[in-house]
Every structure is written in C-alpha cells, then in structure tokens.
C-alpha cells in the first residue's frame, strides 16, 4: 500500500498526464514507467474506494442494527406506556364517588350550619327573654305577696279597730 503522500504524488502525475502537458522524450521506458504509476495510481485508488465503502457498509449496517434495537426498545416503551395509561386504581372509583357523596354532605351542612347558628342564637335571646320575665315574674310575686301581707295587716288592724269600736259601744 502506498502512503497517503505517494497517492497524491500519482494523482497529480495523473492529472498531468490528462491535461496533455506531458512531453515525450522518445524512450519508451519512460511511457510504460507512467503508465505503471498510473496503473498503481488507480490501483492504490480503487482499493481506497474499496475499503471506504467497506467501511461505509460495516457502519451503516451497525447503524441499522442499532436503528433495529431501538425500534424494539420503542415498542417495549409503547407497550408498558400503554399498561400505565390503563392501569386502573381498583378503589379509585370508588374514592371518586366518595368524594363526590363528601362534598354534596358539605354542601348540605353549611346551610344546615348557619341555621343551627341561627337558632341557637335565637334560642339563647329566647332563654335570656325568658329568664328576664321569670325574674320580673317572681320580683312582681314578690312585691304582691308584699302588698297582700300589707293589706292583711291593715285590714286586720282595721277590724280590730273595728271590733274595739264596736265593743266600746255595747
């Protein structure tokens, strides 16, 4: 094999050699000594080519190869993506309709709630409401039974008089 600088040197000797330029001293030694480095030329040349292709093919076959793997990966990925997107949550729909049932109770509760607010407030004015008129109730009972011992005893002081008066007359 020749090195890459002998290459280029019978390149250009080729090149040369087409462009016409070459003069023709008469030996035909000279002529077939061209010839062979022009026959080497293309020799070291076309097996260059040969093993660029070569190797062209050996790296498109592995990109194939590797292009096959990943396809296969891709599919395995689809496959389990696919498991992942169906994997159902045995209790999730359930959890779903409990969750549902929890916030109809809540929307339910709060108007329960500020009713029993309500009425709990208007509970409380009513037991305060009552618990003022019983204590006026028994301030007035009071005051009554107050008035009537009065009145018994005026009226029995009346009536001793009464009979006093009644008795100094006979």
Do not use: W
């Not at 002998?6 to 030694?29: A, C, H, L, R, T």
């Not at 000594?33 to 030329?41: I, K, L, Q, V, Y």
Request: with cysteine; charged share 40%.
């Amino acid at each position: 094999m020749n090195t890459p600088k002998q290459m280029e040197q019978q390149q250009q000797v080729v090149k040369v050699k087409n462009s016409g330029m070459i003069s023709y001293s008469g030996s035909p030694m000279i002529d077939d000594r061209d010839e062979e480095m022009t026959r080497s030329a293309l020799s070291a040349f076309r097996a260059k080519e040969e093993e660029i292709e070569r190797k062209r093919k050996e790296v498109s076959d592995k990109v194939q190869a590797q292009l096959g793997r990943v396809e296969e990966e891709t599919k395995r990925l689809a496959e389990i993506r696919e498991k992942l997107e169906s994997f159902v949550d045995p209790a999730g729909k359930e959890v779903t309709i409990v969750r549902k049932k929890i916030d109809l109770v809540n929307r339910e509760l709060k108007p329960l709630g500020q009713s029993c607010q309500r009425k709990e407030k208007e509970y409380k004015e009513a037991v305060d409401t009552f618990n003022a008129k019983s204590k006026e109730k028994a301030q007035l009972i009071t005051k009554l039974m107050e008035l009537v011992s009065e009145s018994e005893t005026l009226r029995m002081k009346k009536l001793e008089e009464l009979s006093k008066h009644i008795e100094s007359l006979r």
